[in-house]
């Protein structure tokens, strides 16, 4: 059973437009979530957070919004850049670090120049 | 400041062979985690270490699986004997302990295990 899902598992872009990477949760003990950015023959790594005491949380080009009724987040890239072609893991836990990091299949952007 | 080393980065063996991963934390890194990815999914937790003991390896095979961190620094991870479905990529993360609260997980470039 999956308790995060990424359904997309892959999105092209247009370089300078918006890319939306979305991802639902199931388990409702998650309060953190986490989106890692990984390259080819790389590790993951992290690129932006959000506790479900926010709803939104902003860092430079990337955004995150929580939708915690839904168990829906995503992630917005503005403007996209051809260096942000990876693939996106989006990792739920949670705030007491007692529950294992549980990661999404990922989502593969391609952004186009 | 020197990242999470693994070696060998690549891998291949023959079903019912036995291989050994290494991993080398970040310094100073209390927290260490090994992970499974197979191709197409995400990362999938084998074992989280603190120090030189175990926290969860509740999804680690303990028919096939091992691994220690006998002076709570570097790790290693073994399977014996491999089987077909161990082919995935083996990732080490690191992460300095939070008292009560989630710590940030620095990965290593994993080792890419084939089982042919």
């Known amino acids: 059973d999956q308790q995060v899902k990424q359904n997309s598992p892959s999105l092209s872009v247009q370089e300078g437009r918006i890319s939306i990477l979305n991802c639902d949760y199931t388990?409702?003990?998650?309060?953190?979530f986490l989106w890692y950015k990984k390259y080819p023959a790389e590790g993951p790594t992290f690129l932006i957070s959000?506790?479900?005491?926010?709803d939104k949380n902003e860092d430079g080009r990337f955004t995150v919004f929580l939708n915690k009724s839904a168990k829906h987040l995503s992630l917005h890239i503005v403007p996209s850049q051809p260096g942000d072609s990876a693939v996106y893991f989006c990792?739920?836990?949670?705030?007491?670090?007692?529950?294992?990091?549980?990661f999404g299949k990922g989502t593969r952007l391609s952004v186009i120049a | 400041e020197a990242g999470v080393a693994q070696s060998p980065r690549y891998k291949i063996i023959e079903k019912r062979q036995s291989v050994a991963f290494w991993c080398n934390p970040i310094?100073?890194?209390?927290?260490l985690y090994w992970y499974q990815q197979i191709l197409g999914q995400g990362p999938k937790l084998l074992i989280q270490?603190?120090?030189?003991?175990?926290?969860?390896d509740s999804q680690l095979p303990k028919d096939r699986f091992s691994a220690e961190r006998l002076k709570g620094v570097d790790s290693t991870l073994k399977i014996q004997p491999a089987k077909l479905e161990d082919s995935a990529v083996y990732l080490c993360?690191?992460?300095?302990?939070?008292?009560?609260?989630?710590?940030?997980?620095?990965f290593g470039p994993g080792t890419r295990l084939t089982v042919l």
């Open positions: 270490f603190q120090n030189n003991g175990v926290v969860d």
């Open positions: 388990n409702s003990m998650f309060d953190y």
């Open positions: 990792a739920a836990s949670d705030l007491s670090g007692n529950t294992p990091l549980v």
């Open positions: 310094s100073g890194h209390a927290t």
């Open positions: 993360a690191s992460s300095f302990p939070a008292r009560a609260a989630f710590s940030e997980q620095f």
């Open positions: 959000i506790s479900s005491i926010k």
